[in-house]
Nanobody
Framework: QVTVVESGGGSVQAGGSLRLSCVASGYTYSMKYMGWFRQVPGKEREGVAT????????YYADSVKGRFTISQDKAKNTLYLQMNSLKPEDTAMYYC??????????????????WGQGTQVTVSS
């Protein structure tokens, strides 16, 4: 069993920064990849970034490349998402997820087995 818990969301003005954290506990070795997704009401949950837990390979959605950075601290079983140059369109509920992922489908919800409850990010113009 694995649990993941996000934190770090909040409200910020456009151009600002936030860092999200996600602490994983339990049988974390079952998660080959860990990633961040986001969702706004009425829309599908979309993949933001993912990282290979056994190394340093990272993958990003085009909409966040160059602004967001995903990283991990394996000793702390913690995943991070550093978000810079935030835009109002980044406003969403952000979710941490983990699973054994087929890389070509890294941004698909179905590839991740474990999910957190989400943390809200609001960017005002």
């Amino acid at each position: 069993q694995v649990t993941v818990v996000e934190s770090g969301g909040g409200s910020v003005q456009a151009g600002g920064s936030l860092r999200l954290s996600c602490v994983a506990s339990g049988y974390t070795y079952s998660m080959k990849y860990m990633g961040w997704f986001r969702q706004v009401p009425g829309k599908e949950r979309e993949g933001v970034a993912t990282i290979y837990t056994g190394g340093i390979s990272t993958y990003y959605a085009d909409s966040v490349k160059g602004r967001f950075t995903i990283s991990q601290d394996k000793a702390k079983n913690t995943l991070y998402l550093q978000m810079n140059s935030l835009k109002p369109e980044d406003t969403a509920m952000y979710y941490c997820a983990g699973g054994t992922v087929w890389l070509r489908r890294w941004d698909r919800v179905s590839e991740y087995k474990y999910w957190g409850q989400g943390t809200q990010v609001t960017v005002s113009s």
